[in-house]
């Protein structure tokens, strides 16, 4: 078989089909880039999750009374439970922080929004234990021991306020996989109707090439070949699209969140992670949809 035949026939009906070539190239570029949008949430969200579990606590909130008389928590109820914290096993390690220093955080995290730290008063925030956890799985043992307890205003489970974070970006990841299946579906249709517009077209000269003993693999590789390069162009501007949406998009409207350390940031890597598995991904769907078509519709 002759590589300059084979690429030459690709050539032609890449050119011949110009129109459904274009569109079946921009279906799949599209159904690619939001699979990759896809799993490059998960990874921000995988890396996201590895910080979170070194940082995750409990907090115990104290009373006004104690906040505001016990700043170094020397005496009961304050000393008492954290000693009682301390000797937990369960409990990593504690941290007091006193009414003080937690107005002093507050306008820390807060410094952008200054409208919102002149209406915050120091009298307003509660003197607090963060609890260090070996599991931060179990927390609730913390929760049930401390709860209610002479000195405790609240205790409070920091996993609830990312549980919701990481449930918004599992949202947005599930509902990018949805659109992309209903592309590829489309992509996979195109495919399809591409090749068989294709065989078609060169039916008279395959089948003279058939008369004189071309087999059906020679005779059908080029429509395969058409599919798997529209399928490779497809790719290459996807993986385009990732970085152009990681330019505009994810740098520049996260890029707050991504500084302060909220959530981890979609890096080059990543990228160049994620592009072979959507170029594999388009080679195999374009040549399985162009095999199954060819066997099952073609008879060339």
Known sequence: M????????????????VTMTVAMILTTSISLFLLGVGLLVVRMIDKTQVVYEDRVQVDVFLTNDISANDKNCQTDPCSKLRTDLENDPAVE??????????????????AAQPELVKLARPDALPASFSVKLYEPDRSDVIIQTFSGRVGVDAVTDQRKYLDSLFQMFNGVRDLT??????????????ISNTVQVSAFTRRTE?????????????????????????????AVLGVGL????????????LGGLFQSGVIRPIEGIDILVTAPWLLLTAVGISAVTGYLTLRLYVRT
């Not at 390690?93 to 002093?104: C, I, L, P, Q």
């Not at 004189?212 to 020679?218: E, K, P, Q």
């Open 2 to 17: 002759r590589a300059s035949f084979v690429f030459s026939e690709v050539m032609t009906g890449l050119r011949r089909n």
């Open 177 to 190: 996989f949805v659109i992309a299946l209903i592309q590829a579906i489309a992509a996979l249709l195109l």
């Open 93 to 110: 390690s504690v941290t007091y922080e006193n009414r003080d220093a937690a107005y002093k955080r507050f306008k820390e995290i807060f």
């Open 206 to 234: 395959v089948g003279i090439m058939r008369l004189v003993g071309a087999t059906r693999w020679y005779t059908q590789l080029p429509f395969l070949l058409e599919a798997v390069v529209a399928g490779i162009i497809g």
């Open 242 to 253: 990732l970085v152009l949406v990681k330019m505009w998009f994810f740098d520049r409207l």
